[in-house]
């Protein structure tokens, strides 16, 4: 299948913006940056927008969804938008029975553990998905010539959640179902990436210009478990979307000893975090890998000299690579002055 003629990619609205040049290995003059996080608790316009409407309910409603994922846009000047949704959102939409408590994050009504509970999962209907298609498509028309970035947690982080019931530090459930049932585990695993997969391909079908493929928790992992038992579920998940010729970006939290497998899935850009210097993940990748990354989140708060000198630091370092889009380490912190952000971005427009 391809995308539509419509789409942003198709009919020349973003194929040349920076960000696409950059995905696809071409370095453009100016760094491309954006921020994951960008559209959320760090913005008083979000929080405003926001009262009285549960998040999931506002990650499935199409013009809210839409409304938060432009707002940093405005703000900021970045050079994409990251849909505003959820890691748990398909799980929600496969009829798994989950909620997000405030201070707290995802929780489950009832783990999954047992291999008669993975059975009884639906699959992912394709109706299910037309708010976040909405929403998408809703975006897509207001932001022009910068691309959107469709956003989906990978199996492994789908499935420690619905193992634990609720998020963990170290998800020993989730880890030992890995190796004591592994048909369960192949099962659980297998819908996880199915139910990934739809997810992503109807935001692509409705728009998005690329996609990423975000695993929070796979730093839990040893290169050995992550490539037996992860890497070829992450590797189904993007299927649904590598035929349509959209960049794919891979990105996990504490996974610098897994840049190289994370690559190995069939990703065109690996996204690293903050936990090793840039340049060092470009050498763990070959040099030859499109990066995002690496800016400190906690720089964030720091004194504007020391930020400046982090941020053209990250750039120096990123030039090690074909192309490198500026982003954080992780997300956003919530208590982050938004002038700040604004203020990075324009410092990256700067250089050249």
């Keep these: ?131 976040v298609s909405e929403g998408v498509a809703r975006t897509v028309a207001e932001l022009g010539s910068t691309p959107l970035i469709g956003f989906a947690g990978a199996p492994f982080t789908l499935a420690a959640y619905v193992v634990e019931g609720g998020p963990s530090k170290d998800h020993l459930r989730a880890r030992a179902m890995m190796h004591s049932d592994p048909d369960t585990w192949a099962a659980l695993m297998t819908w996880a990436a199915e139910v990934t997969g739809e997810f992503l391909r109807a935001q692509m079908l409705a728009g998005a210009s690329a996609a990423q493929l975000f695993d929070s928790w796979a730093g839990s992992l ?23 010729g959209v960049p794919i970006v891979h990105f996990g939290v504490g996974t610098g000893e897994l840049l190289g497998a994370m690559r190995e899935i069939g990703a065109d850009v690996v996204g690293i975090d903050d936990r ?41 370092r990123g030039t090690a690579a074909p192309a490198h889009v500026v982003n954080l380490g992780h997300g956003v912190p919530p208590e982050t002055d938004p002038a700040v952000l604004t203020r990075v971005v324009e410092l990256v427009h700067s250089v050249a």
């Design 276 to 316: 090793i210097p840039l340049d060092e993940g470009i050498r763990r990748l070959g040099g030859n890998t499109p990066v995002q990354g690496n800016i400190n989140p906690a720089m964030l708060a720091a004194p504007w000299p020391v930020l400046e000198a982090h941020v053209l630091d990250v750039i120096a």
């Design 222 to 244: 040893s290169l050995a478990d992550y490539t037996a038992h992860v890497a070829p579920y992450s590797r189904l998940a993007i299927e649904p979307v590598k035929d349509l």
């Design 1 to 131: 299948m391809t995308l539509p003629a419509d789409h942003p990619l198709v009919d020349g609205r973003t194929g040349a913006s920076n960000l696409i040049r950059a995905y696809r290995g071409d370095r453009p003059e100016t760094p491309p940056v954006w921020f994951m996080r960008q559209a959320g608790r760090s913005l008083p316009e979000y929080r405003d927008l926001r009262v009285g409407t549960a998040m999931l309910d506002a990650c499935l409603d199409p013009a809210l969804s839409s409304e938060i994922t432009l707002q940093p846009w405005r703000r900021h000047g970045v050079d994409a938008g990251i849909f505003f949704s959820d890691i748990v959102v398909p799980l929600k939409l496969a009829g798994v029975d989950v909620d997000i408590v405030p201070g707290r994050g995802p929780v489950l009504g009832a783990p999954i553990r047992t291999a008669a509970e993975v059975a009884a999962l639906r699959p992912l209907e394709p109706d299910a998905l037309a708010p």
